[in-house]
């Protein structure tokens, strides 16, 4: 997975690309590079490890030129390499290419390449796509992207460039995000809106399948089938702001204290007084629809993948629906029992992530009724759904995923209540009780982040700890796990998330005073059971430190430390318990200086199995 930009136009294209791959830089940070397209000649400069290198390289060698091509590379084929990085070249070095996806049969088509006399310099499947192009070129590079796609296998967003084209930039797109941006005298690409919001907020979506011929007059755009048609164009609405810092040190932090607006702005419209009808009229589905649904298969990856198993106990809680989250990588190769009365809920935060695409894929093609929750309008899950409801969460930035989460969840809720209603199980004074609830959340998710004195606090307490352990259940099972997974991508702890009740079935063995527990004990039916679990770990001198509600005293003797949420539904209550543990994984992670927003080994959007 990677980030791709390009530019024609009037200025100079490093500086506009370079600033393009700043904000794409959440994709992926082994390796970055340009390409300029000069007078003479094109002229590449490219770095392993983070942009600023490569930024300090231009700074230093100012490429001129207004066309270009740029690439932040998140390594699949070939170590994070200089060599590696894009943007590749043909034998001739006429050619530059950039490319986020996979070239599934890139070592036949190497081999064959090769046998033609092609010489290859790094260890990338993209290089093949350089090579094929020059082999294919007879003076219309478009022409010749074609004729070269016709021979690839797998995914690709790529964006060439060539010495023998002048004033030509060619862009394709098949299973990877790709957008064109169109200024008032010049053209951008990217792999993501973000990149372009500084220049442009005319953008086009390509679809699977597209290739596209810009040139300082305009945009010629051909489709799978090859007949030319008219670049749709939608203007994006999202404040450039929401795209950047907004005075916080880090994007996580930003979007962590985002969450009460994003809730606002999830539930806005979608949560009226007295009828469910609202939400209903979005899912398009009728009430006889829900009515006849047999099972909901929940669908995504990490944190989304927590998200559905939130989804599964309030679907069975609020609806009486059976319901069952799965992993998208262990389900796309599973025969799920997918029936047609089944409905599929996937969610993703990105709606490009590759292992969820390919789950979503397979089940509709079992039969079911594909539902996409996401929060990026015009994503592959997005557009791939038979409905996508959104997040409206705004862009997420930090690799950790936070507002995405609990937008998602309070989704689920409404989904939950919607189709409760529908079905009977809820009666009206019930489900009255529940919006209301709901409607506190926004306000609730305020007072609870206003915790992060007491979590900082607490934070200190992971200093030289060899690991930790978060335990939950019920409902909060899943806050246990998103916990440990914050903790792990954030600061490098080893975490692991546990239903507590699974404890003294072996991982209470890890229990010592250097392995801190996080112990998530709000109201609930399972309240007593998890204070009996919190005991078992003192009790083997392992440190506690509970999330428990406003007013619950008798935690205190329960742990070493308490963090406090407001009360709420149980079934809603990981929406604010998972909170405190965002907060708690950010201040680990600055207190050990690290890079809180591109975590090591990992990127925003896996857009690669
Ligand atoms: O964009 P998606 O929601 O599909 O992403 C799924 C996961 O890759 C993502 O949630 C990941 O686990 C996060 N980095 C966790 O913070």
């Not at 914050?486 to 010592?512: F, N, R």
Request: charged residues 20%.
């Amino acid at each position: 997975m990677c980030g791709i930009v390009g530019y024609i136009g009037p200025d100079q294209a490093a500086d506009v690309l370079l600033a393009g791959l700043r904000r794409l830089a959440y994709r992926g940070y082994d390796s970055a590079g340009i390409t300029v397209v000069g007078d003479e000649a094109l002229r590449t400069v490219k770095r392993a490890g983070k942009l600023d290198r490569l930024e300090a390289a231009v700074r230093e060698t100012p490429l001129v030129g207004t066309i270009g091509i740029g690439h932040t590379r998140w390594a699949t084929h070939g170590a994070p390499t200089e060599t590696n990085a894009h943007p590749h070249s043909d034998c001739t070095g006429r050619i530059s290419i950039v490319h986020n996806g996979i070239i599934e049969n890139y070592q036949a088509l190497k081999a064959e390449l090769e046998a033609q006399g092609h010489v290859f310099t790094s260890d990338t499947d993209t290089e093949v796509l350089a090579h094929l192009i020059e082999r294919e070129f007879k003076g219309d590079l478009a022409e010749a992207v074609r004729n070269a796609l016709r021979l690839v296998e797998g995914s690709y967003a790529m964006a060439v460039v060539s010495q023998d084209a002048p004033g030509v930039l060619v862009v394709a797109r098949q299973h990877s995000p790709l957008i064109i941006g169109h200024g008032p005298d010049a053209y951008y690409v990217a792999s993501d809106v973000p990149a372009l919001l500084h220049r442009t907020r005319r953008v086009t979506y390509l679809n699977d399948g597209d290739i596209a011929r810009l040139t300082r007059d305009g945009v010629s755009l051909w489709g799978k089938d090859g007949s030319p048609r008219a670049p749709q164009i939608v203007t994006i609405t999202w404040d450039v702001s929401a795209a950047e810092k907004g005075g916080y040190r880090h994007f996580m932090a930003k979007e962590m204290h985002e969450q009460p607006s994003a809730l606002v702005d999830t539930l806005r419209g979608r949560l009226p007084a007295s009828d469910q009808a609202a939400i209903l009229s979005e899912l398009e589905m009728t009430r006889e629809e829900l009515q006849k649904v047999g099972q909901v298969i929940l669908i995504g990856c990490g944190t989304a993948y927590h998200a559905c198993l939130v989804g599964e106990f309030a679907l069975e809680e609020l609806a009486g629906v059976p319901a069952r989250a799965a992993m998208a990588s262990e389900l796309r190769y599973r025969d799920a029992l997918i029936t047609r009365d089944t409905l599929a809920v996937v969610i993703s935060q990105s709606g490009e992530t590759a292992d969820t695409l390919a789950a979503m894929n397979r089940v509709k093609e079992m039969g079911a009724r594909v539902l996409a929750i996401t929060n990026v309008v015009g994503s592959s899950v997005d557009r791939a759904a038979d409905k996508a409801i959104h997040t409206n969460a705004g862009p997420e930035i930090a690799v950790a995923s936070t507002k995405a989460y609990t937008t998602q969840l309070s989704m689920l809720f409404m989904l939950a209540l919607a189709f409760g209603e529908a079905r009977g199980h809820l009666v009206p004074e019930r489900a009255r009780e529940l919006r209301a609830a709901m409607r506190n959340l926004p306000e609730q998710a305020a007072q609870a982040l206003a915790q992060e004195d007491v979590v900082n606090a607490c934070a200190s307490r992971f200093r030289g700890a060899h690991g930790a352990l978060f335990l939950g259940r019920g409902a909060n099972y899943p806050t246990a796990l998103e916990g440990a997974l914050k903790l792990k991508e954030v600061s490098y702890i080893h975490a692991q998330g546990y239903a507590a009740g699974e404890m003294k079935h072996g991982p209470i063995a890890l229990v010592t005073p250097e392995c801190p527990t996080v112990a998530v004990a709000v109201p609930g039916r399972v309240y007593d059971k998890m204070l009996s679990n919190m005991q078992e770990v003192r009790a083997r001198g392992g440190p506690i430190i509970a999330v428990g509600v406003e007013g619950d005293h008798d935690l205190e003797s329960y742990a070493d430390a308490v963090i406090r949420v407001p009360r709420t539904e149980e079934v809603f209550s990981p929406l604010l318990a998972v909170l405190p543990l965002q907060l708690l994984a950010y201040a680990c992670a600055v207190d050990r200086g690290l890079d809180v927003d591109q975590p090591r080994n990992l990127a925003k959007s896996v857009t690669v199995e």
